[in-house]
């Protein structure tokens, strides 16, 4: 039974999703990072929101962990480099608060706007200040979004429907897509010379940290009215500061800071600026939302392998997980193979596919014969971490798709080039494949030679010259180390050229057993591959 610790506030209908599945919880909120690493390595899962910090430190000592689940969008608290490295799954759920987010970002614009909340302060203690706040009309004005995704999205439609025009700036925005929303879409100076109020929508990575540098505002309209409720960092606080008083930012009004818990800020107290303390997501049904989604997620992928939401793996659907298991293992094994036979690593990898897998979802098969490519040399490799381990290492990696299959109805073949050395053949690739027939994968080629087999836990690769009695000399000699044969797959290029023995053994052969083989005058290569 899988076992999850929530380690953040979660509603009881989501520890019940968790239960009624099967899996075990543990709810322990509010550890340290030293009572969290005494007990990680206990659990499947992790569930989180903002609190709990899954730093590199906790990763490391999370030694069963296989996903990470954060009810929210944000990740910040997650060292998603150290759980990718790891082959730890993490999952957000990017949807579940979006309305909730939006809305809070017109309500700051409207509060900015109008000076609401200074309002409310003065007329409470019985100033009636109405002559100190002129506000300013939103319709009309041009709003300028940085990030149209998701959650800028529902601010457009929000603000389209207040009568502002929309322009946004997002790299990731198709022109097809901003007329679908019917915003314009353009670069970022043009956004800042345009906009008569900016709201943010982007996640805080390497390249959008400080997108409203001090000389970005700078470049802004006098008296534009700014406000993020995406992530601290995005914009240069003392500059935001300066630009308050001095006048040339109308307003501000900020749910997140670089530093948070913001007890202290250089915003803080500055002419027309308001502050919430993180509130985007903080409604009931926002709260709620994510922890249902976080659970069912994290379940999906526990139970049956479905990955849904993951910023560092392949999605795959709850329905396309049956399917495409078979084929994950075939690619796996395959990868293998040309891991353990490629003594002298390898420079190139492209992975072809053929006939019905090649119209599935082969993001996770191509993790999967990653995966199984690099264990022999990597030791600790999963799909979660092999995609990235291989773009790290400079391998080039490609794919190829056709729809049709010559021979069988799916086919996945391996090719891994490899350096030249003495042992290497004349190609400098090695070449795999094999398909799935009746849910099992099975090996149908080898160095371009037809040779159908299953595969087994250990199997004997032998690569020789075609001579007669060779085979008959294999069999005894296996016989005579005590080694029993489970199954014997042979293929040949022509009467006399290059042979390959596949051979399916019940245990480890000696090593001195490989030695003498090496030594055989026909014998071009040979090796124990375990599966």
């Given at each position: 039974?899988?076992k999850?610790?929530?380690?953040d506030?979660?509603?009881?209908a989501a520890?019940?999703i968790?239960?009624?599945r099967g899996?075990?919880t543990?709810?322990?909120v509010?550890?340290?990072?030293?009572?969290?690493?005494a007990?990680?390595?206990?659990y499947?899962?992790?569930?989180?929101?903002s609190?709990?910090?899954?730093?590199?430190?906790v990763?490391a000592a999370?030694t069963?962990?296989?996903?990470i689940?954060?009810?929210?969008?944000?990740?910040?608290?997650?060292d998603?480099?150290?759980?990718?490295?790891?082959?730890?799954?993490?999952?957000?759920?990017?949807?579940?608060?979006?309305?909730?987010?939006?809305?809070?970002?017109?309500a700051?614009?409207f509060?900015?706007?109008?000076q609401?909340?200074?309002?409310?302060?003065?007329?409470?203690?019985?100033?009636?200040?109405?002559?100190?706040?002129?506000?300013?009309?939103?319709?009309?004005?041009?709003?300028?979004?940085?990030?149209?995704?998701n959650?800028g999205?529902?601010v457009a439609?929000?603000?389209?429907?207040?009568?502002?025009?929309v322009?946004?700036?997002?790299?990731?925005?198709?022109?097809e897509?901003a007329?679908?929303?019917?915003?314009?879409?353009?670069?970022?100076?043009t956004?800042?010379?345009?906009?008569?109020?900016?709201?943010?929508?982007?996640p805080?990575?390497?390249?959008?940290?400080?997108?409203l540098?001090?000389?970005?505002?700078?470049?802004?309209?006098?008296?534009?009215i700014?406000?993020?409720?995406?992530?601290?960092?995005?914009?240069?606080?003392?500059?935001?500061?300066?630009?308050?008083?001095?006048?040339?930012?109308?307003?501000?009004?900020?749910?997140?800071?670089?530093e948070?818990?913001?007890?202290?800020?250089?915003?803080?107290?500055?002419?027309?600026?308001?502050?919430?303390?993180?509130?985007?997501?903080?409604?009931?049904?926002?709260?709620?939302?994510?922890?249902l989604?976080?659970?069912?997620?994290m379940?999906?992928?526990?139970?049956?392998?479905?990955?849904t939401?993951?910023?560092?793996m392949?999605?795959?659907?709850a329905?396309?997980a049956?399917?495409?298991?078979?084929?994950?293992?075939?690619?796996?094994?395959l990868?293998?193979?040309?891991?353990?036979?490629?003594?002298?690593?390898?420079?190139e990898?492209i992975?072809?596919?053929?006939?019905?897998?090649?119209e599935?979802?082969?993001?996770?098969?191509?993790?999967?014969?990653?995966?199984?490519?690099?264990?022999a040399?990597?030791?600790?490799?999963?799909m979660v971490s092999?995609?990235?381990?291989?773009?790290?290492?400079g391998?080039?990696?490609?794919?190829?798709?056709?729809?049709?299959?010559p021979?069988?109805d799916n086919l996945?073949?391996?090719?891994?080039?490899?350096p030249?050395?003495?042992?290497?053949?004349?190609?400098g690739?090695?070449?795999?494949?094999?398909?799935?027939?009746a849910?099992?994968?099975r090996?149908?080629?080898?160095?371009?030679?037809?040779l159908?087999?299953?595969?087994?836990s250990?199997?004997?690769?032998?690569n020789?010259?075609?001579?007669?009695?060779?085979?008959?000399?294999?069999?005894?000699?296996?016989?005579?180390?005590?080694?029993?044969?489970?199954?014997?797959?042979?293929?040949r290029q022509d009467?006399?050229?290059?042979?390959?023995?596949?051979?399916?053994?019940d245990?480890?052969?000696?090593?001195?057993l490989t030695?003498?083989?090496?030594?055989?005058?026909?014998v071009?290569?040979a090796?124990?591959?375990?599966?």
């Amino acid at each position: 039974m899988p076992k999850v610790l929530i380690a953040d506030d979660l509603s009881q209908a989501a520890v019940d999703i968790f239960t009624n599945r099967g899996i075990e919880t543990d709810i322990k909120v509010g550890l340290s990072k030293d009572e969290l690493i005494a007990i990680v390595d206990q659990y499947d899962g992790l569930a989180v929101r903002s609190a709990c910090k899954p730093d590199a430190d906790v990763i490391a000592a999370a030694t069963n962990l296989k996903v990470i689940g954060r009810a929210g969008i944000g990740v910040d608290n997650i060292d998603i480099k150290a759980a990718t490295a790891k082959g730890v799954v993490v999952m957000n759920t990017p949807f579940g608060n979006a309305v909730t987010t939006a809305e809070h970002a017109i309500a700051m614009m409207f509060a900015a706007a109008r000076q609401i909340p200074a309002a409310d302060q003065g007329t409470q203690v019985g100033k009636w200040p109405k002559k100190h706040f002129v506000g300013t009309e939103l319709s009309y004005k041009t709003l300028g979004l940085i990030g149209c995704g998701n959650i800028g999205a529902r601010v457009a439609e929000r603000a389209k429907g207040l009568t502002m025009k929309v322009v946004a700036y997002d790299p990731f925005l198709t022109e097809e897509r901003a007329i679908e929303l019917g915003v314009e879409k353009v670069d970022l100076d043009t956004l800042l010379a345009r906009a008569d109020v900016i709201t943010l929508h982007t996640p805080l990575t390497d390249q959008t940290r400080n997108i409203l540098s001090r000389e970005a505002l700078a470049k802004a309209k006098k008296g534009l009215i700014l406000v993020n409720c995406a992530r601290g960092g995005l914009v240069d606080e003392a500059a935001v500061r300066e630009m308050l008083d001095n006048g040339h930012l109308g307003a501000a009004a900020f749910d997140v800071f670089a530093e948070e818990p913001a007890k202290e800020n250089v915003l803080f107290g500055a002419p027309n600026f308001i502050a919430t303390p993180h509130l985007g997501a903080a409604t009931v049904e926002a709260q709620e939302n994510v922890a249902l989604q976080v659970a069912e997620q994290m379940s999906d992928y526990l139970l049956s392998g479905a990955v849904t939401n993951a910023l560092n793996m392949p999605s795959v659907t709850a329905d396309e997980a049956p399917r495409l298991k078979p084929f994950i293992e075939l690619a796996e094994k395959l990868g293998a193979f040309a891991g353990q036979v490629s003594d002298h690593g390898f420079e190139e990898v492209i992975i072809e596919y053929e006939g019905e897998v090649a119209e599935l979802n082969r993001k996770p098969v191509t993790a999967a014969a990653l995966s199984g490519l690099l264990h022999a040399s990597r030791g600790d490799v999963n799909m979660v971490s092999a995609p990235s381990i291989l773009a790290e290492s400079g391998v080039k990696l490609s794919e190829t798709k056709t729809e049709e299959s010559p021979v069988y109805d799916n086919l996945i073949r391996i090719k891994v080039k490899v350096p030249r050395t003495a042992n290497s053949d004349e190609t400098g690739w090695r070449s795999l494949a094999g398909t799935v027939s009746a849910g099992r994968p099975r090996i149908v080629e080898v160095k371009g030679m037809p040779l159908e087999g299953a595969f087994s836990s250990v199997m004997l690769y032998v690569n020789n010259i075609d001579k007669p009695g060779f085979i008959g000399a294999l069999g005894a000699m296996l016989g005579e180390a005590g080694i029993n044969i489970a199954t014997f797959h042979l293929g040949r290029q022509d009467a006399g050229g290059e042979a390959i023995a596949l051979i399916g053994i019940d245990g480890e052969p000696p090593h001195e057993l490989t030695a003498k083989l090496d030594a055989l005058p026909h014998v071009r290569y040979a090796k124990v591959l375990n599966f």
